[in-house]
């Protein structure tokens, strides 16, 4: 005769789940599978949110770290403003203009009219310095939907 199963506990495959993510040596992967945990997870959705925040900022690429912030922007719809916060420093720590600029367009929508508009001038201006002319382009055409939407002074 065998041991009986031990019973697992509602929250055992949480923490089982991010052990095995915590292994997950490569940045942009490790975001991706906490995003998706997180989509899993109501209540405890700002817990992932925040350790994949988290794990974005640890991106050394900023490519990277820029697509990790941009896969994370739409679940930060019912975020925190601490979350927001850290989301948007993330993104005000990349130091090329193309991707800090990318980063903040995508968290843009997430955030207040007020703060929203601040955002979008900081990208607007990022996207302005950037010095390769296809890039630029880019960037302001990524831009361009939010600004219809914003106010006549950012134009």
Do not use: H
């Not at 040596?25 to 995003?35: F, I, N, S």
């Not at 990277?64 to 994370?72: E, G, K, S, V």
């Not at 997430?110 to 979008?120: G, I, P």
């Amino acid at each position: 005769m065998g041991d009986a199963p031990t019973p697992i506990g509602p929250d055992s495959w949480v923490e089982e789940r991010l052990a095995k993510i915590d292994g997950i040596a490569d940045g942009t992967e490790k975001v991706k599978a906490l995003l998706d945990l997180a989509s899993e997870l109501l209540p405890s959705r700002a817990e992932v949110l925040e350790q994949a925040l988290d794990a974005a900022q640890a991106i050394q690429n900023e490519s990277d770290r820029r697509d990790a912030l941009i896969a994370i922007a739409p679940q930060l719809s019912e975020a925190t403003p601490e979350l927001l916060q850290q989301a948007l420093d993330a993104a005000q720590s990349i130091q090329y203009e193309s991707d800090r600029s990318y980063a903040l367009i995508a968290i843009a929508p997430q955030l207040s009219k007020a703060d929203r508009l601040a955002v979008l001038k900081q990208a607007l201006d990022d996207a302005q310095a950037i010095q390769n002319q296809d890039y630029r382009r880019d960037a302001l055409i990524a831009i361009a939907p939010q600004l219809s939407e914003a106010t006549p002074e950012l134009l």
